[in-house]
């Protein structure tokens, strides 16, 4: 995981650091909204490397959470829309690991940041989509709301507007959906870095 408190995507602000010491690696720092941090067993840790030739460069390590002595797994409250991923923070106090540790094991010291991006390709397609789905709900839900105003009663002025809003919102999921799969099959054809991808991607997250 990337984020932390202070950093998100930006690998720059990054903290956690992995202290090569002894021919092991001492790993610290905090990562915060872990999907399913509270179910799994093991995390990919992304953490600043300091020796082995490589300081400064991000290296993804494997963490094992449970029973580790270093590692709290503190739940956080459910995530709107995605209840029951059991999103955690995971605060690491000098976890002692070894070069089999590290995803990609030696080859991959250093790579971090590489992994990272291509991990992030695909969650921005999987993260709009769970978006896509929760203004989906909403919007049917909000339809039935009306129709149940409309048993009630509604002046001709309310019914128009409410109509307009609806329309607009119609409209909105439909593009996004469509912007979504456009950049699903970039990315399902290895286009992940295309200017198109990212844009369709930012644009049916709004």
């Known amino acids: ?38 179910e799994a067993d093991y995390a990919i840790v992304y953490a600043k490397t300091l ?13 094992p959470l449970k029973n580790t ?9 459910d995530m709107s829309g995605q209840g029951g991923t059991g999103t955690a923070t995971i605060a690491i106090q000098d976890l002692v690991l070894a070069d089999e540790d590290i995803l990609g094991e030696i080859d991959g010291l250093g790579r971090g940041k590489e992994m990272a991006f291509a991990t992030l390709a695909a969650g921005r397609v ?21 129709r149940r105003r409309l048993d009630l009663g509604l002046t001709a002025e309310e019914s128009q ?37 990212i844009l369709g991607v930012s644009l049916a997250n709004l």
Not at 4 to 17: F, Y
Not at 52 to 63: P, Q
């Open 1 to 38: 995981n990337l984020t932390e408190p202070q950093a998100g995507s930006d690998t720059s602000l990054i903290e956690a650091t992995a202290k090569w010491e002894n021919g092991k690696w001492h790993v610290s720092g905090e990562k915060t909204f872990i999907t399913v941090g509270t």
């Open 51 to 63: 020796g082995r030739g490589v300081d400064g460069e991000l290296t993804a390590f494997i963490v």
């Open 69 to 77: 002595a270093g590692v709290t797994v503190t739940h956080l409250d």
């Open 126 to 146: 999987s993260i709009t989509s769970i978006i896509l789905a929760s203004l989906e709900t909403a919007l049917s839900e909000a339809v039935e709301g009306y």
């Open 161 to 197: 507007t409410i109509e307009s809003q609806l329309w607009n919102l119609m409209a909105d999921a439909y593009s996004a959906r469509l912007l979504l799969m456009e950049a699903a099959r970039y990315r399902d054809a290895g286009d992940d870095a295309k200017a198109d991808f």
